[in-house]
């Protein structure tokens, strides 16, 4: 077989390769954001006077949560929730919540 026949295949090989890490980190956000759920709803979409996070921008999920960590902004739970995530994590669970529509 002549090398430009197989090189449409290391394409694709090195493309699944380099998308598995992004499909784990997705993995890992969905878990961590699953906590989320109780209050904020289904994938962040609220039914009840719990503000919805879905589609939230990335920014303001992150600004929101570290000021809630560091005690910056008054809550009833979400200050004792959010002192349990890192700086890297609050950034995948604000990413993941971003992405949902």
């Not at 503000?51 to 990335?58: D, V």
């Amino acid at each position: 077989m002549h090398i430009h026949r197989l090189f449409p295949l290391a394409v694709l090989g090195l493309a699944a390769l380099a998308a598995a890490p992004a499909q784990a980190e997705d993995k890992a956000a969905r878990s961590m954001a699953a906590t989320c759920t109780g209050c904020h709803g289904t994938n962040g979409v609220s039914s009840g006077g719990i503000p919805t996070i879905a589609g939230t921008e990335k920014a303001r999920i992150v600004t929101l949560m570290k000021e809630f960590r560091d005690g910056k902004r008054p809550a009833t739970v979400m200050h004792q929730h959010a002192k349990g995530y890192t700086d890297e994590q609050i950034e995948a669970i604000a990413a993941w919540f971003a992405a949902r529509k």
